[in-house]
């Protein structure tokens, strides 16, 4: 079996969300727009979901819109929200793609980031004006996991743009922040279901009573005309059973997610010459200047990160790097380079991301093989 | 894996006869591209074809690498008035030195591709052999090969025609069986041509072109830096009925000098960057030439920085190689040169 350190790009599902998944892929079959009792069965599971959901991100019911995504949730949000207010799109430097690439379509601007990955907040501050319709910075970064200021961020927002509509990506943080109280003051949340144990393919966008937004795609009433399409009931089942359980988990599971990950990454440096946490080591006080608990992001100076990965997977531990390419060949980070590091610092990069699977196990094991790996390849 | 049925049945060749096989695709152009092997579906499928006959795949960024060993100097030799062999560069640079360091790094014993090419050492040292399909023999195109590469390279499909290429790939269910043939450049697409490429990246110079026999101006083209020595078709130029090739590029001066067809041959390439694939021919040695990947060949000398022809040879453009093969066996590489 192999050592899986890849909880970032996706984590195993959570045994609840199968088991509630399974009657919806088989007997509870139904469109839930129907109104027919077949209907009204997948109706009454959509919404029992979504009631879940907005506990867990301490939002209303009507608040939640269910989506195909993350990346959906991120679109939805970014080109939604400026195509019913307008004004200019403003994002940081270190944004998932789905956010950047969406904020570029519409000529957007980014803000920088010091090398911890924090976004400068007096470069947030000059960069806004009343003109600015929609402002996105994430929770916590997918790379090097870094958590931004966001109740900072937004009051700099409420300050300088005040007709702003605030959207955070916190795809990178349910597991480990309480998203409900981190992101609260954000107009429009991003999750997604298969980084907390839920399928993929099914994300949440919360949007605030009074945020306004268009739709993206166009169709049926689903989700309140926001987001037309029947339904994927299985998934949003998964997603809500999913997040009640990552919630229920995270008092216990961040601190011993955390002690793994300082465990690793203490191991890593004593046992590879040269290897540096990338963006500094990991600081207390989640919504701080922090970075996650799952996250142990590193650069091995000397070494390239295709290769690394390619003979850690041929040793059983499975990690990755940055962003790939449609072709499946590695780019050079766009956040790396935003934290001020080199096209050849940032090849040199490497993330094991822990999950709720993960175990002392896993650890001995990337302990094991990685260090040999790096003997290895400088030779 | 390029995606291609060639290096498709020399990874299934070898995973057949029980080596530890992983296949690797190279990402090398990061610009538009419609051809070669840079594009997503033919990563597919060397990715597919991998899953077929159960090795893994990956996929390796060289981008930065190919662009610094063969795009900037093929755009460089062009803006210098010579017609760069960019496949050469890349085999010597990127398949067979980049690669190929990192397959030792990674701890592989040996790196395979899909040329038609044979590698035999019966005595310990190692030759490079023409494949057995002589219509796709790629020994020109490897022929800057040495026994540093040759020692560790395995190439499978040279014992092979093609014929017989994709009949094995058929019969293993290989989806690349029918693909056609790779053509071209890899980064130029078809659509823009050298020219459009060229024009993106250094300043074409419009120039005259001036008569060798009589050095009068006999006509102009567009772009000095797109004209190969010996090329005739598309200068445009006819004098007294007959048609004008290039002899000659002088960027600098904007001018490229033309002349008739006896003009047009030599008995002398001066020559830059000799290889040897087993140790350096001697000067005044004997040597059968190839100027270009499918052209005839022909007895000549070597002279150490020149090779002359027993007889008069089609001009060789300044940065094409010419690849040496023994005297005695002309299915045997001896080594390389490009023309100066």
């Known amino acids: ?379 | 894996m390029s995606g291609g049925v060639d290096s498709s049945v020399a990874a299934s060749l070898l995973a057949d006869a029980g080596h530890d096989v992983v296949g690797a695709t190279l990402k090398l152009w990061g610009g538009a591209s419609d051809s070669g092997c840079c594009s997503v579906a033919d990563v597919d499928d060397a990715r597919r074809v991998a899953d077929e006959i159960g090795v893994a795949h990956h996929v390796f960024n060289f981008t930065d690498d190919f662009d610094a060993s063969v795009v900037a100097p093929y755009v460089g030799d062009h803006s210098a008035g010579r017609t760069p062999n960019p496949c050469i560069e890349c085999n010597r640079h990127i398949k067979f030195g980049t690669l190929l360091d990192r397959a030792r790094r990674l701890g592989f014993d040996a790196l395979a591709t899909g040329h038609h090419a044979g590698v035999d050492g019966d005595t310990g040292r190692w030759r490079l052999r023409r494949g057995a399909d002589r219509a796709k023999d790629q020994s020109y195109v490897l022929s800057m090969l040495t026994q540093a590469e040759l020692s560790q390279v395995l190439l499978p499909v040279g014992v092979l025609t093609k014929a017989q290429v994709r009949a094995h790939a058929a019969e293993r269910g290989l989806r690349t069986a029918l693909k056609a043939d790779s053509q071209d450049v890899c980064f130029i697409r078809s659509t823009e041509g050298r020219r459009g490429f060229l024009g993106d990246r250094l300043p074409l110079h419009a120039g005259e072109i001036v008569d060798s026999a009589t050095g009068a101006v006999v006509g102009t083209v567009p772009a000095v830096e797109l004209v190969t020595v010996g090329q005739r078709r598309g200068l445009g130029v006819t004098v007294d009925g007959r048609r004008l090739y290039a002899l000659a590029v002088d960027v600098d001066a904007r001018r490229v000098v033309v002349g008739g067809a006896d003009a047009a041959l030599s008995d002398r390439v001066g020559v830059c960057r000799p290889t040897w694939v087993d140790g350096p021919l001697e000067t005044g040695a004997r040597a059968v030439a190839q100027t270009s990947a499918h052209g005839p060949t022909a007895l000549c000398t070597w002279l150490g920085d020149a090779v002359v022809f027993d007889e008069p040879h089609p001009l060789v453009a300044p940065g094409q190689t010419i690849a040496l093969y023994d005297e005695d066996d002309n299915d045997t590489v001896t080594g390389s040169a490009v023309a100066a």
């Not at chain 1, 996105?136 to 743009?161: F, H, K, W, Y």
């Not at chain 1, 009931?233 to 011993?256: S, W």
């Not at chain 1, 790939?324 to 096209?343: I, N």
């Open chain 1, 1 to 379: 079996m192999a050592t899986y350190l890849d909880h970032a790009a996706t984590t195993p599902m959570r045994p609840e969300a199968v088991a509630a998944m399974l009657p919806h892929l088989t007997e509870r079959f139904g469109n839930p727009s129907g109104s027919h009792a077949v209907a009204r069965a997948a109706r009454q599971a959509v919404d029992d979901a979504r009631d879940a959901v907005a506990v867990a991100l301490g939002c209303e019911p009507g608040e939640v819109v269910f989506t195909g995504g993350g990346t959906e949730s991120d679109n939805l949000a970014v080109l939604g929200a400026h195509a019913a207010s307008g004004g200019s799109v403003v994002c940081s430097a270190v944004e998932h793609h789905a956010v950047l690439l969406a904020a570029r379509s519409l000529g957007g601007t980014t803000i920088p980031v010091d090398p911890a990955g924090v976004v400068d907040l007096d470069a947030l501050s000059d960069a806004l004006h009343p003109g600015v319709g929609v402002v996105s910075v994430m929770l916590a970064n997918n790379e090097v996991g870094t958590i931004q200021p966001l109740a900072d961020v937004v009051a700099v927002v409420r300050r300088r743009a005040p007709g702003a509509v605030v959207h955070t990506d916190a795809v990178a943080a349910v597991p480990w922040l309480d998203v409900a109280t981190s992101a609260g003051p954000a107009d429009l949340v991003s999750v997604s279901a298969h980084k907390f144990g839920g399928p993929k393919g099914v994300g949440v966008l919360v949007v605030r009573r009074g945020t306004r937004l268009g739709p993206v795609l166009h169709g049926g009433a689903q989700e309140n005309g926001r987001r037309p399409g029947t339904h994927d009931v299985a998934g949003i089942v998964g997603t809500a059973a999913a997040l009640t359980a990552a919630v229920a988990a995270r008092p216990t599971e961040v601190p011993r997610v955390r002690a793994l990950r300082d465990r690793l990454a203490d191991g890593l440096r004593a046992a590879v010459d040269g290897l540096v946490e990338t963006a500094g080591p990991v600081a207390d006080g989640a919504g701080g200047a922090g970075k996650v608990a799952g996250s142990c992001h590193v650069l091995v100076p000397g070494v390239d990160q295709e290769e690394l990965l390619l003979l850690a997977d041929h040793a059983g531990v499975c990690a990755s790097a940055g962003a790939a390419c449609a072709s499946g060949a590695l780019e050079p980070s766009h956040v790396l380079l935003a934290l001020g590091l080199s096209a050849a610092e940032a090849r040199s990069a490497v993330r094991f991301s822990l999950g709720s699977t993960t175990t002392d196990a896993d650890i001995d094991a990337a302990l094991t093989v990685v260090p040999k790996v790096v003997e290895q390849l400088r030779a």
